[in-house]
Nanobody, 116 residues
Framework: QVQLVESGGGLVQPGGSLRLSCVGS????????MGWYRQVPGNQRELVAR???????NYADSVKGRFTISRDNTKNTVYLQMISLKPEDTALYYC??????????WGQGTQVTVSL
């Protein structure tokens, strides 16, 4: 059974920083493009960052210059470093395949709340 476990979220003030982690079990990340997604209640889940097997990255315009996706294949882990956080970044953050997410692989996510 594949399991993706997200962690690192929390409550932070505008302008603050967080680093999210996604650890996989039952799957080897090294062979896949991976991505971070986020969802606000009532909205569509959106892709915010993607990293290929060779380390190329892509970002949504809304987070470009503020978020950095990285991976450590030896730890089967994908990270999302977030700086200069804004209230509109508030969402539940998930990881999954970065091109076509697998419907069965959505985990519990980790909540990021940016507020005074």
């Amino acid at each position: 059974q594949v399991q993706l476990v997200e962690s690192g979220g929390g409550l932070v003030q505008p302008g603050g920083s967080l680093r999210l982690s996604c650890v996989g079990s039952g799957i080897t990340f090294s062979g896949y493009t991976m991505g971070w997604y986020r969802q606000v209640p009532g909205n569509q889940r959106e892709l915010v960052a993607r990293i290929t097997t060779v380390g190329d990255t892509n970002y949504a315009d809304s987070v470009k210059g503020r978020f950095t996706i990285s991976r450590d294949n030896t730890k089967n882990t994908v990270y999302l470093q977030m700086i200069s956080l804004k209230p509109e970044d508030t969402a539940l953050y998930y990881c999954n395949f970065g091109i076509v997410p697998h419907s069965d692989y959505w985990g519990q996510g980790t909540q990021v709340t940016v507020s005074l």
